[in-house]
């Protein structure tokens, strides 16, 4: 595990669920600026992206196209109201010329809103390590 990793599992480990819970609720307020990104089928030679792998499909992909942003996020699932919560799942799309363009193959035909992360690479790890994060509604 490389030290973003280390650092991403101290600080989850170092956080309570109500700390957790009340970031989530950050993320809640700042759902009206979500977008839904385009969808792009991409590849560089013989690679291409792997489901489950934004993160590491995106890092691959931004390399070969230094133009290109690594844009760390989540993506919102309401469930309809039909579950007590809501799930922010930790998510990377590509930036390119303003537009964000998921790459990630995900055999889903639903657009899903996705919440860009304000914060550093270091201030993300831990929600990437995390993955899903479920917020509760409040009552």
Same mark, same amino acid.
């Given at each position: 595990? #490389?030290?973003? #990793?280390? @650092?991403? $599992?101290? *600080?989850? *480990? *170092?956080?309570?669920?109500?700390?957790?819970?009340?970031?989530?609720?950050?993320?809640?307020?700042?759902?009206?600026?979500?977008?839904?990104?385009?969808?792009?089928? =991409?590849? $560089?030679?013989?690679? &291409?992206?792997?489901?489950?792998?934004? !993160? /590491?499909? =995106?890092?691959?992909? =931004?390399? %070969?196209?230094?133009?290109?942003? !690594?844009?760390? #996020?989540?993506?919102?699932?309401?469930? &309809?109201?039909?579950?007590?919560? =809501?799930?922010? *799942?930790? %998510?990377?799309?590509?930036?390119? +010329?303003?537009?964000?363009? /998921? @790459?990630?193959? !995900?055999?889903?035909?639903? +657009?899903?809103?996705?919440?860009?992360?304000?914060?550093?690479?270091?201030?993300?790890?831990?929600?990437?390590? $995390? #993955?899903?994060? /479920? @917020?509760?509604? &409040?009552?």
């Amino acid at each position: 595990m #490389g030290r973003i #990793g280390t @650092i991403a $599992l101290s *600080a989850l *480990a *170092a956080m309570t669920n109500e700390e957790i819970q009340a970031f989530g609720r950050t993320l809640l307020e700042r759902l009206p600026s979500a977008i839904l990104p385009k969808t792009a089928a =991409v590849r $560089l030679g013989d690679w &291409q992206p792997q489901e489950h792998y934004c !993160h /590491d499909n =995106v890092a691959t992909w =931004v390399a %070969h196209n230094p133009e290109d942003k !690594h844009v760390f #996020g989540f993506v919102y699932f309401s469930f &309809q109201g039909m579950l007590p919560y =809501v799930r922010f *799942a930790a %998510h990377s799309v590509v930036e390119r +010329r303003g537009e964000l363009y /998921d @790459i990630t193959p !995900h055999g889903v035909t639903t +657009r899903y809103p996705f919440l860009r992360f304000e914060g550093t690479v270091e201030e993300f790890a831990p929600w990437g390590e $995390l #993955g899903n994060l /479920d @917020i509760f509604r &409040q009552r």
